[in-house]
T-cell receptor, first 114, second 110 residues
Framework: DVKVTQSSRYLVKRTGEKVFLECVQD?????MFWYRQDPGLGLRLIYF???????EKGDIPEGYSVSREKKERFSLILESASTNQTSMYLC?????????????FGDGTRLSIL | GQNIDQPTEMTATEGAIVQINCTYQ??????LFWYQQHAGEAPTFLSY????GLEEKGRFSSFLSRSKGYSYLLLKELQMKDSASYLC???????????FGQGTTLQVKP
């Protein structure tokens, strides 16, 4: 089975802090994604990566950056955390290409910014 | 623009059948997924449609009409454990990027 592991289930940080969320997958997937999930808004794509050291902006990249130094690891960085970044963050991965390649999700990190 | 619409909430009775609709307007359609998400858990894959018609998997079926920009998820013989959110998502482009609807929260009552 595919395993996508996020480093923390719950995280509390303060406004202005630099926050790192880590995600690791064990299936040699090329594509990795970071979403945030908010009530009434669904999942919104922050950034994605289709290869090591490659990244693409999603729909809401402002205030975030990412790093993909190794194929299995994709990190989301909140450069200077703000209260409006309090949310559930979900990481996902999939093989490259079209067709029936579902994204596999981690369990999520519930981040609170105080 | 790109838009996916689903009802926000639905309620159904244990043992019954429920249909959750999804309409979409996207560019470069490459398929549609349905995911199930229980509260506090990760979304899990349910079904994939890329051609028109019905795909059946046990108690769950999913239908697609590309000309109408419409899909539905059909759940039969509802069980209490089916209480969850159901997410409709469309593939955009060839990088596997998904566009999600806001999700439909289904409550199954005894």
């Amino acid at each position: 089975d595919v395993k996508v592991t996020q480093s923390s289930r719950y995280l509390v940080k303060r406004t202005g802090e630099k926050v790192f969320l880590e995600c690791v997958q064990d299936m040699d997937h090329e594509n990795m994604f970071w979403y945030r999930q908010d009530p009434g808004l669904g999942l919104r794509l922050i950034y994605f990566s289709y290869d090591v050291k490659m990244k693409e902006k999603g729909d809401i990249p402002e205030g975030y950056s990412v790093s993909r130094e190794k194929k299995e690891r994709f990190s989301l960085i909140l450069e200077s955390a703000s209260t409006n970044q309090t949310s559930m963050y979900l990481c996902a991965s999939t093989y490259t290409g079209t067709g029936e390649q579902p994204q596999h999700f981690g369990d999520g990190t519930r981040l609170s910014i105080l | 623009g790109q838009n996916i619409d689903q009802p926000t909430e639905m309620t159904a009775t244990e043992g019954a059948i429920v249909q959750i609709n999804c309409t979409y307007q996207t560019s470069g359609f490459n398929g549609l997924f349905w995911y199930q998400q229980h509260a506090g858990e990760a979304p899990t894959f349910l079904s994939y449609n890329v051609l028109d018609g019905l795909e059946e998997k046990g108690r769950f079926s999913s239908f697609l009409s590309r000309s109408k920009g419409y899909s539905y998820l059909l759940l039969k013989e509802l069980q209490m454990k089916d209480s969850a959110s159901y997410l409709c998502a469309v593939i955009s482009g060839n990088t596997g990027k998904l566009i999600f609807g806001q999700g439909t929260t289904l409550q199954v009552k005894p």
